[in-house]
């Protein structure tokens, strides 16, 4: 197979449209024809199968669109590590971070790091941990500082540090004024992230597993820096790590209760057959040692 081939069989597949392939790649409608009929021979099977004015791929497709993915990061990191051999410490690493650690760990990691290789660039991207993972098996992002997920048999993980999330609410909040129950916190409204992100899970589980309700959930948001200032104006429980007491973001008050307390372990995750440059080693190693650092709750 031709490795052009396998990159407009990428466009056509991701486009579902021959002429739209064609404007993309600035390519002849009958060359992205030949394209495919030139694949679909030498796998002997067929890739395509027509959808009303478009196309879909077949099964054999949809694994040939897999492969062809995976081998154009190879390309790419194979790319990024002949380069390296030669440059040592420097170029760009790409880095998905949740926004618990992009505040309490990152700052001394990057500290370190540009101290050791002040020619070095970093793209960082700060999300839930479902959102950057998706980027690292995609190849967009070289490492992961999150929450540890379930065993993944294409993704590797290493635990470096461990939080509690915990619920809070503003100080002056009615949760306080009594004694604190499960079933009593449902008389609340509360701020979530999505029901994607883990310690959302996780909380609606506990709940289900003493038999109660989910929580009433009236602001949905992933972002850290609104979910906090939101909690401390509004009457709303929140659902965040320990953490932000100890730095003292906001006027928040634990609201303890042993049936909500999650155990976390944060960890550092890397594709088990990617390519991590020195610059990407270098930021793992740190990662390992700071992690250690920061305070276990």
């Known amino acids: 197979m031709d490795f052009r081939d396998l990159k407009y069989f990428e466009v056509i597949a991701t486009e579902g449209n021959l002429g739209r392939a064609a404007e993309r790649l600035h390519r002849t409608q009958p060359a992205l024809t030949k394209c495919i009929d030139r694949l679909e021979e030498d796998l002997g099977t067929a ?26 990061i190879m390309v790419e990191e194979t790319a990024r590590e002949m380069q390296d051999h030669a440059g040592g410490l420097q170029g760009t690493v790409r ?11 990152m700052p001394a990691v990057f500290a370190q790091l540009l101290a050791e290789a002040p020619a070095i660039t970093v793209n960082l991207v700060v999300g839930m941990n ?39 609410a503003s100080e002056d909040h009615p949760v306080f004024d009594a ?26 589980q506990t709940f289900a597993r003493h038999g109660l309700p989910r929580p009433q959930v009236q602001i949905e948001s992933n972002v850290l820096n609104a979910i906090l200032p939101i909690l401390e104006k509004t009457p709303l429980l929140g659902f965040v790590t320990r953490l932000n007491l100890v730095a003292g973001r906001a006027r ?39 992690g250690k650092e920061l305070l276990i709750m």
């Not at 967009?140 to 999330?165: F, K, S, Y």
Request: glycine share 8%; hydrophobic share 45%; charged share 25%.
């Open 252 to 290: 928040l008050r634990e609201v303890v209760l042993a049936e909500t307390q999650m155990q976390r372990r944060l960890g550092l995750a890397y594709r088990k057959n990617g390519y991590l440059s020195p610059v990407a080693a270098r930021v793992a190693a740190i990662l390992r040692a700071r």
């Open 95 to 105: 880095i998905g971070c949740v926004p618990t650690l992009a505040e309490h760990l």
């Open 179 to 204: 004694p604190t129950t499960l079933a009593g916190l449902l008389d609340y409204k509360w701020m979530l992230p999505a029901t994607t992100v883990a310690s959302r899970q996780w909380l609606d």
């Open 47 to 72: 890739l395509f199968e027509k959808d009303g004015r478009g196309m879909r791929l077949t099964a054999a497709g949809q694994v040939l669109l897999k492969r062809t993915r995976l081998m154009a």
């Open 130 to 168: 479902d959102n950057v993972l998706g980027h690292l098996r995609d190849g967009d992002i070289d490492l992961v500082i999150g929450p540890m997920l379930d065993a993944d048999p294409d993704i590797v993980n290493e635990q470096i540090a461990e939080d509690t999330v915990v619920v809070m």
